[in-house]
């Protein structure tokens, strides 16, 4: 799926990065773009503001990868060494590029300004490379080939570290020359409740195998684990045919685990059940503060089906009363339940957190469970949270 054999490394240049003054967010950025044009980024490296360690840096990335964009180190002043290095990596001398001097005395004339003669060298670039204007600020990029004995040449891209400045530049100029291979890439998200990452990669087997096309990656966040689907083909139509396909499997293979796609949260699917139905729900929360009451809060047409949230302090009455009394006061056709937590160690002397949920329906059998929890406790209400809007939505799908 992906492009053979290319990969790409992101250096970031900047004292201010390897100081930790301030957070590398270009790269993340760089890498989402990359993956989207099939490239993967194999490495993230940063650098600070020192020419001999841009130029080992550029060294090692031009030899193992054959991308490599730059973030940063193009600014007028004495530390910004990103076109020195790439001049003295490639054995070349600095030239001037009069069109870009143009640019930057028309930027500062603009501005009713003189150009600060330090600005001068932003208009110098390595000889054989090719300048990229950048129209909203004043250092203009830099696209370079690196030959390598024997092998295609190293494509670098250098860009501003200014984030506005960086994106308008790939996308302008730097994407459609890195699109060698005419591919298309599309991605899907399915979303799953309910089971473990190890166990979905269990359930799942050779799906999400190692070169599986299309390519299908397992990650978690607060226990709601997503499939991102990643579908390589020369046509979109290609790229979503593998991507439907694939969804089939995994719906087969994970059954009611899976509740939605893309940013469908459990309390999107629960709000959309209950409105189909004409259903309505109320909640009382003892362990997650509200949290239950928050998510909700956040779905369009939550009004039309959430009567009451109760939030406690503490729960003094046991889980189907204090049910009852949401029920007698709102009329809901469902209320789920949030008991206290209680935390204890468990015999191996892990702390163990038990949170009792239930699912209270105005007609039919109450379902009770007992949430355990040994895992990360920064993710514990979360958890609880959701694992009780999943007892509704499973609720629903199985009616
Ligand atoms: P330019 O080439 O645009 O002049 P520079 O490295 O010379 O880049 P700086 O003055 O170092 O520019 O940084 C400009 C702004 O961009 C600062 O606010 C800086 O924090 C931000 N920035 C630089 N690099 C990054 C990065 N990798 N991620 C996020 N922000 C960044
Ligand atoms: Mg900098």
């Not at 001097?101 to 003669?117: A, D, I």
């Not at 302008?172 to 190890?198: D, F, T, W």
């Not at 956040?298 to 009852?324: K, S």
Request: proline fraction near 6%; glycine fraction near 8%; aromatic fraction near 4%.
């Amino acid at each position: 799926m992906n492009h053979p054999s290319m990969r790409a490394e992101i250096i970031a240049v900047g004292t201010e990065i390897t100081s930790g003054a301030k957070l590398d967010t270009n790269s993340q950025w760089l890498s989402l773009q990359l993956s989207d044009l099939g490239i993967p980024a194999h490495f993230h490296t940063t650098v600070a503001d020192d020419l001999q360690a841009n130029v080992e840096v550029l060294r090692i990335a031009c030899e193992r990868c054959d991308v490599v964009l730059i973030t940063g180190g193009l600014g007028p002043t004495r530390d910004d060494l990103t076109r020195e290095a790439l001049a003295e990596l490639a054995g070349v001398p600095l030239k001037l590029h009069q069109p870009s001097l143009n640019h930057l005395e028309g930027f500062f004339r603009s501005r009713g300004r003189e150009m600060p003669p330090r600005n001068h060298t932003q208009a110098m670039f390595p000889a054989g490379s090719e300048p990229l204007a950048n129209p909203i600020g004043t250092a203009p990029g830099i696209w370079m080939a690196l030959p390598r004995p024997g092998r295609l040449p190293c494509q670098v891209a250098a860009m501003p570290g200014v984030p506005s400045e960086m994106k308008k530049m790939f996308f302008e100029q730097v994407r459609s020359r890195l699109q060698g291979g005419g591919m298309v890439i599309r991605r899907a998200r399915i979303n799953c409740y309910g089971l473990g990452e190890s166990q979905a990669e269990e359930m799942l087997g050779e799906l999400t195998a190692r070169g599986h096309d299309p390519e299908i990656g397992i990650t978690a966040h607060e226990a709601t684990i997503t499939l991102r689907i990643i579908a390589g083909g020369t046509t979109e139509q290609e790229c979503l045919r593998k991507i439907s396909e694939s969804s089939a499997e995994i719906q087969q293979k994970l059954g009611d685990y899976v509740f939605g796609s893309e940013d469908e949260e459990l309390e999107d699917i629960v709000v959309r059940e209950l409105n189909a139905r004409n259903l309505t729900f109320a909640s009382v929360e003892c362990a997650t503060c509200g949290l239950l009451a928050e998510r909700i809060s956040h779905v369009a047409g939550a009004a039309a089906c959430y009567r009451n949230g109760i939030v406690l302090p503490v729960l003094t009455d046991p889980l189907p009363e204090a049910a009852d009394k949401v029920q007698h006061q709102s009329g809901a056709d469902f209320v789920l339940v949030i008991g206290a937590e209680v935390i204890a160690a468990d015999p191996s002397g892990h702390m163990l957190s038990t949170i009792p949920l239930g699912l209270f329906p105005k007609q039919g059998q109450p379902l009770t469970i007992q949430l355990k929890w040994s895992g990360n406790p920064a993710i514990t209400k979360s958890r609880a949270a959701k694992s009780a809007l999943d007892l509704l939505r499973r609720h629903l799908a199985n009616r």
